[in-house]
């Protein structure tokens, strides 16, 4: 059930970095987006390694093509 409503679940992250439990969530649920929100961008830089991590994570779980 988890899996199928990451489908419509976008979640978001609490702050600029990703936590493990944030980590385990996007694993478990396989969302097909995440919301970021100014809380969670520093700067380009930052801006640019949390998208990169996100991305890398949702490619491992085959949620991106």
């Known amino acids: 059930f988890l899996q199928q ?9 609490a702050g600029p970095e990703l936590t493990q ?3 385990q ?3 478990t649920i396989k969302p097909s987006g995440v919301v970021l ?7 380009s830089k930052q801006a ?7 991305k890398n994570l949702l490619v491992k779980n085959n ?3």
């Open 25 to 27: 969530l996007f694993k």
């Open 48 to 54: 640019k390694n949390l998208i990169s991590e996100i």
């Open 37 to 43: 929100f100014k809380r969670n961008l520093v700067d």
């Open 63 to 65: 949620i991106l093509c």
């Open 5 to 13: 409503s990451g489908f419509f679940l976008w979640p978001s992250c």
């Open 21 to 23: 439990t944030e980590r």
